[in-house]
Every structure is written in C-alpha cells, then in structure tokens.
C-alpha cells in the first residue's frame, strides 16, 4: 500500500499480557516515530529511529515499553506486563528524506487492556 | 525545550463563519510548525506546514497559517466553515536541528453547526 500500515487496528489484552504493535512505513521513509494518544489527550511522543542513528527513545514511560526497527524498514513496540494505563491509540508515523519535514500517520493500533 | 498551547480544546462555530484556532510554540530556535486534522477514528492528516521562506502558509481545504515570530503564534484560519470541517485539529512544532520528534499540542475539537 501508499501508506503508513499499522496492525492490529485493535487489540484487547488481558492485564500483565505482553503486546506488540507492528508498523509499516512508507517505502523509502528514513524516519520513523511512534507516539501515543490517550482518551482526550493530545499525542505523546514515545520513540523515534532516524535510518542507522540510536533511536531517541526519551518519550518511552517506562521500562515495560520498548521498540525495534528491523532493516530499517519495519518497526515493532512491545509493551511487557500491560497496565490498564496502557489503553490508548498508538501511532506511527514516517517521513522521508531529506529533511523529514512532513511526518504521515498510519490509522493507529487501539489497545485496550482489561 | 519545545512546547506547544493550543487555547481552547473545543471551538464552536457556525457554518460559513471564519474558523480561527490559535496555537502558541515555545522554541529556543526558529522551529518549523505542522497543522495536523483527525477525523473520527482515523490517523492524523497534514493540513499545512511553515518551514521557511513566506510566513503566510496555505494548506488544504481552504486552511491557511501564518507564522508570527515575534508573537509565537501559528494560528490556524478559515474564512468559511463548512460541516465537513468538523474534526480536531492539533498544531505541532518540530526544531530543525537536534530533536527531530514533533511535539504535539492537546489539540482542539472543532464542531460546526448548521
């Protein structure tokens, strides 16, 4: 497909489950950012790759949460040991050289935690 | 570090009266500036963005911006609301250099009544 590809779209897991989200970015997109989106909140930054840089992962909550990027391409976030503060929207998006100025967001994973 | 208010998290307006959502931005650097549109249960779609150049941006569906340093504002403006412009709206700033993460405001639901 054209777009950044998130899957699930939804996911409803059991507390203390562990979680992967997978994203998919556009074709040739060098940067790479998830963020999250809570009920009635705006969207907090959590990682972010940048080609074969470190990944700035100064907006990840906690140590239960963290995220790979594989071949520079595909992306995973993998929350351990969900909370029932976990539920939320999470996004990806991905944006393309040089410059990254324009990010593109995929429809986003809804993770519900029960 | 960078930061963004969004004054108001909920507009009112009625259809065919001038849309204006203000967005403020805290930046040590010039920074650019995204104004992004989420319709329900959907990702995150770029409306306009000032990198450089003309301070005066317009985006799509009849949206513009204008950047104003000396008042920190990037306020988001339409002369005519239309129902299909019902959404929420987040500003996000982004520095050129160092952190490339966007930093999201809390957004603002717009609604149009008829």
């Known amino acids: 497909g054209a777009g950044v590809s998130q899957s699930p779209s939804n996911k409803v897991t059991e507390k203390g489950k562990d979680v992967e989200l997978r994203c998919d970015p556009i074709s040739g997109h060098t940067a790479l950012y998830w963020y999250r989106q809570s009920l009635g909140q705006g969207l907090e930054f959590l990682i972010y790759f940048q080609g074969n840089s470190a990944p700035d992962k100064s907006g990840l909550p906690s140590d239960r949460f963290s995220a790979e990027r594989t071949g520079g391409s595909v992306s995973t976030l993998t929350i351990q040991r969900t909370q029932q503060e976990d539920s939320a929207v999470y996004l990806c998006a991905s944006s393309p050289p040089p410059g990254n100025t324009e990010a593109f967001f995929g429809q986003g994973t809804r993770l519900t935690v029960v | 570090a960078q930061s963004v208010t969004q004054l108001g998290s909920h507009v009112s307006v009625s259809e065919g009266a001038l849309v204006l959502l203000r967005c403020n931005y805290s930046s040590s650097v010039p920074p650019y500036l995204f104004w992004y549109v989420q319709y329900p249960n959907q990702g995150l779609q770029l409306l306009l963005k000032y990198t450089t150049g003309a301070t005066l941006v317009k985006g799509i569906n009849g949206f513009e911006a204008e950047f104003k340093k000396s008042e920190t504002s990037f306020h988001l403006t339409k002369p005519s609301a239309h129902m299909s412009d019902a959404a929420e709206y987040f500003c996000?700033?982004?520095?050129?250099?160092?952190?490339?993460?966007?930093?999201f405001g809390s957004g603002t639901r717009l609604q149009v009544q008829p």
């Open positions: 996000a700033v982004r520095l050129e250099t160092g952190r490339r993460a966007l930093t």
